[in-house]
């Protein structure tokens, strides 16, 4: 079982389409979008941890742990250390953020299927609001 961590943003979509796609196979995908976008982003933390995943939020509002999408066909889904030795340059501006875990990354270039609605997650502080 892996994880899709969120905000509400993208929910309505993802619940009615019932698929987690890459960023860029979103509709209003731009160009020069960064290149984490060309992933789905997973994890195998059930409790998630903010920074160990990166969703700090650092420069957006959302809360990125809102929401929890349960992914059970990880077929396509490899882990980010695996993939990440194809993008060097990449793997050296994530990994480094403070308290990254990226052995809790697992990544997908193709859509993934999701079987049953966000879970509403409580915030953990209020920080998290
Ligand atoms: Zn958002």
Do not use: K
Not at 4 to 15: P, Q
Not at 38 to 43: D, E, G, N, P, S
Not at 48 to 67: E, H, K, Q, V, W
Not at 101 to 125: D, K
Request: contains cysteine; charged residues 20%; aromatic residues 10%.
């Amino acid at each position: 079982m892996l994880y899709h961590y969120t905000c509400s943003h993208s929910i309505e979509g993802i619940n009615e389409q019932r698929v987690l796609l890459p960023g860029d196979q979103l509709p209003m995908a731009q160009l020069n979008m960064p290149w984490t976008t060309q992933f789905v982003w997973l994890t195998d933390m059930a409790v998630p941890d903010r920074a160990s995943l990166g969703l700090t939020s650092n420069f957006i509002r959302c809360d990125r742990l809102r929401y929890c999408y349960l992914v059970t066909e990880t077929a396509e889904v490899h882990p980010w250390s695996v993939v990440a030795r194809d993008f060097p340059e990449l793997r050296g501006q994530i990994e480094q953020a403070q308290g990254a875990r990226p052995a809790h990354w697992f990544v997908s270039r193709t859509p993934v299927p999701v079987h049953m609605p966000a879970v509403h997650r409580i915030p953990e502080s209020v920080m998290d609001r």
